[in-house]
């Protein structure tokens, strides 16, 4: 019987690409892992571990076996009257298959049915693979498989042979237990030695003895923290603990700590400090610049303000760090003088003064210049307004802020939005982008709403971010937006698969967040009409730009509260009517789901699709339904329940109260299951049918004003 022992698989290399350490190290370890598994050579309880440093990547795998189990085999290999002849003897068809699958010609056969005819099968029993197959198998699947951002090229010590890698590699280690199993990869073979740290290694060349010592043994002989979540673990209690002495907090930024990680092969946080002076430019800036350029982590104090503090991680622990601090405190200062000199520069030019050269900014080849684009977002904005003000349900703003006055501040804010991208710390930093377009217009002396609409009419930016503050700037984000879809689908630019360049499906979604949240009475159908009348006759030459734009939105919708929970039949039977204002939908939703937990609910909706069935399938054309001609007392008691229930409903409904209005539709059971014990819908007479549909068509109706009900039967 084979034995188990511990794996340990390690590829030396030089530096690796911070940005894709992370991934890299796992998909090394579970593409490994799992061509191992799928070969019989790992057992059911094992444990993989894998490593990711700067300069290695790795996998420790328990319970591996050195031999897998064999395996019984079943080879199907042709009917009986081709593999034998009158004789009974083997044909040469026969003998030439059996050759090819490897199998003597004396292998015994079984004949068996194989559908209608008789088939010839050889039961075989297939050995396992050795460890030192199947390992050199899964290192070759690994190599053509790993998420390697970009290969490179080089050469082999041989001088001839070239070989392609992330980076190139220099030892390999394959260690079961304490033997070295022999494969090769990348014109290395295995063996059992790695290096540890450039400069602080107690030894600079590492032997490991068993696979069971390398972590331990890099950690200590090596000063390397190999496993990647242990690395980063320990840079983050540092950092914690750094802030924590000052009493701050190091900025939140989970792929700056990843990339910081990837940086280094054992972390030491050291703190520095820059000029207080450097504090009067925007924090957004001084935080990007030290993020983006250095790596290094803002100190903030407890109401979120930047410090002049800031933590950086050394990939060195001298005795004496002074002059690593020094160092980073010495570079990081030309980084902030910049971004002085470009604020201070910026706020010598008004942005109204830019909104010229904006014409000269091209935004899409097809689409023309962001001078043109802010245009166009001015006027969706302006039908924006012009909806909020004519909808059924007011949308409330202060008295103050009347619809006229809204309007002056959207157009306003819409004619200098974009006009920050000519300033020079935007173009330094593209994501400041209506960021730094807030400040530049507060220190104009813009009204507040106006500054505070150019700052937010990029949000919400990604999932989970904040929405625009005021009204001004969800009128202005929500044009924004229309205006990047509504274009983009119509030149033909849609999303496809998984690309989707222009991120077309984050702009929908932020459509969706502003019209649910925000619960606009604004119709989405409206809006992408509104949004298509802004572009010039001619420009979109999408010929169904807006029907391929609203089953984009809805199809983003419904994917959107399937997220939030939502079972897929709630969502299904709210999203089928297509409600037009989004504001509601969440109510909707509650609505059905109350409905769905009451006892007649299933009932209603088997009903329910029982009568859309029915409808369809019906040439009748529709009439009004006739009490005189409702001649059984089941159809008669049905009138009058829906009467009576849609009495209830109908105004709890227009309320808002979408509860409530399908509760009161509950007490329709009864009456619908007599009448469909009770009474043939398709009467011999005409007139009889036509009038049982017109009551089937007024039950539909009244039951699928807040959701398609049927869509709730299983």
């Not at 309880?45 to 440093?53: E, I, K, P, R």
């Not at 194989?114 to 197959?133: C, R």
Request: aromatic share 6%; proline share 5%; net charge neutral.
């Amino acid at each position: 019987m084979s034995t188990h022992q511990n794996l340990l698989v390690e590829l030396f290399v030089e530096e690796l690409p911070p940005k894709a350490l992370k991934k890299l190290g796992e998909s090394f370890a579970q593409l490994i892992e799992a061509a191992l598994r799928a070969q019989g050579l790992v057992g059911a309880g094992a444990v993989a571990t894998s490593f990711a440093s700067p300069r290695r990547l790795g996998l420790h795998l328990t319970q591996v076996l050195e031999q897998a189990p064999e395996k019984a085999q079943r080879i199907k290999l042709m009917p009986v009257a081709v593999g034998l002849g009158a004789d009974g003897q083997p044909s040469p068809a026969l003998l030439k298959k059996l050759a090819a699958s490897g199998l003597a010609a004396d292998t015994s056969l079984e004949r068996a049915l194989d559908g209608k005819a008789e088939a010839l099968f050889a039961n075989t029993v297939q050995p396992g693979a050795s460890l030192a197959q199947g390992l050199q198998q899964a290192l070759d699947e690994m190599l053509k498989a790993l998420p390697i951002p970009k290969v490179m090229s080089y050469q082999l010590a041989d001088g001839w042979s070239n070989v392609h890698f992330v980076r190139p590699v220099h030892s390999l280690i394959a260690l079961h237990g304490d033997t070295v199993v022999p494969v090769s990869l990348l014109g290395l073979q295995s063996g059992r030695h790695t290096q540890g740290h450039r400069f602080e290694a107690a030894e600079s060349r590492l032997e490991i003895e068993h696979a069971d010592h390398y972590a331990e043994a890099l950690k200590t002989r090596g000063a390397v923290i190999a496993s990647f979540a242990e690395r980063r673990a320990e840079l983050q209690r540092q950092l914690q603990a750094a802030g924590a002495k000052l009493g701050l907090k190091p900025i939140e930024d989970e792929a700056l700590l990843d990339e910081v990680t990837a940086l280094v092969e054992r972390p030491n946080v050291l703190h520095c400090q820059f000029e207080k002076d450097f504090l009067e430019v925007p924090q957004e800036c001084l935080i990007l610049t030290m993020k983006a350029n250095q790596k290094y982590f803002p100190l903030l104090d407890a109401a979120g303000r930047l410090t002049q503090h800031f933590l950086v991680v050394s990939n060195i622990a001298p005795a004496d760090a002074s002059a690593v601090i020094q160092g980073n405190e010495r570079v990081v200062r030309p980084r902030l003088a910049d971004a002085k000199f470009f604020y201070d520069q910026d706020r010598k030019k008004k942005l109204a003064d830019r909104v010229p050269g904006l014409a000269k900014v091209v935004y899409h080849g097809k689409l023309g210049s962001q001078g043109e684009r802010a245009e166009r977002v001015r006027a969706i904005a302006h039908a924006i307004v012009n909806q909020l003000r004519s909808a059924t349900v007011p949308y409330t703003v202060e008295a103050k802020d009347q619809f006229d006055v809204l309007d002056s501040k959207v157009q306003q804010a819409a004619l200098l939005a974009k006009a920050d991208l000519l300033t020079d710390m935007v173009g330094e930093f593209p994501e400041l982008q209506g960021i730094m377009g807030g400040y530049y217009a507060r220190h104009e002396g813009l009204r507040d709403g106006v500054a505070i609409a150019i700052e937010d009419h990029y949000k919400p930016r990604f999932a989970g971010d904040a929405l625009p503050r005021n009204h001004t700037g969800t009128v202005l984000a929500l044009a924004d937006k229309l205006e990047t879809l509504v274009g983009l689908f119509g030149v033909g630019q849609l999303p496809s698969g998984d690309k989707d360049p222009f991120a077309l499906r984050r702009h929908a979604l932020g459509v969706i967040r502003i019209l649910m949240e925000k619960n606009l009475p604004l119709s989405l159908p409206a809006l992408v009409q509104a949004g298509v009348a802004a572009f010039p006759e001619g420009m979109l030459t999408h010929p169904t730009v807006q029907e391929d734009l609203l089953h984009f939105a809805y199809e983003r919708l419904t994917g959107t509260l399937r997220e939030q929970g939502y079972s897929a039949q709630e969502v299904d039977a709210v999203i089928a009517l297509r409600p037009a204002q989004w504001g509601d939908i969440p109510k909707r939703l509650a609505a059905v789901r109350a409905f769905a937990a009451l006892p007649e609910a299933p009932a209603l909706a088997a009903a329910n699709k029982r009568v859309g069935n029915i409808l369809k399938k019906s040439e009748e054309a529709p009439v009004a339904l006739n009490s005189a001609l409702l001649q059984e007392a089941a159809e008669q008691q049905l009138a009058a329940a829906l009467q009576a229930a849609t009495a209830q409903a109908d105004p709890l409904f227009e309320q808002g109260d979408y509860t409530g209005s399908l509760r009161a539709l509950a007490a329709l059971k009864g009456p619908v299951d007599a009448f469909f014990d009770g009474v043939m819908v398709n009467a011999e007479d005409t007139a009889v049918r036509a009038n049982r549909l017109a009551l089937l068509r007024g039950l539909q109706q009244a039951m699928n004003r807040v959701a398609e009900l049927a869509r709730l039967a299983q």
